[in-house]
């Protein structure tokens, strides 16, 4: 059985910098494409960035620059650099792999 476990969360400054971390366990990781999701406070969940097991990488628009997703197969984890910071960022992320959701990591983007 596929699990997920996030970590990498925290507060930090707008203009700030974190990378989220997403441990897989339970499958062939380097068969699979990874996602980060995240949720703010009232809203719906939304997708935030996407890597093949090729390498190729997809992001939101609202990301797109800011963000960057990897992954290294040999350690089964992807990773999520985040950069340039903004108030906006704040959520709870989640790494996914079709219906299995790791269990969130929050971060607060706040001066």
């Known amino acids: 059985q596929v699990q997920l476990v996030e970590s990498g969360g925290g507060l930090v400054q707008p203009g700030g910098s974190l990378r989220l971390s997403c441990v897989f366990s339970?499958?062939?990781?380097?068969?699979?494409?990874m996602a980060w999701y995240r949720q703010a406070p009232g809203k719906q969940r939304e997708l935030v960035a996407t890597?093949?097991?090729?390498?190729?990488?997809s992001y939101a628009d609202s990301v797109k620059g800011r963000f960057t997703i990897s992954r290294d197969n040999a350690k089964a984890t992807v990773y999520l650099q985040m950069d340039s910071l903004k108030p906006e960022d704040t959520a709870v992320y989640y790494c996914?792999?079709?219906?299995?959701w790791g269990q969130g990591t929050q971060v607060t983007v706040s001066s």
């Open positions: 996914n792999r079709a219906q299995t």
């Open positions: 890597i093949t097991s090729g390498k190729t990488t």
């Open positions: 339970g499958g062939f990781f380097s068969l699979y494409t």
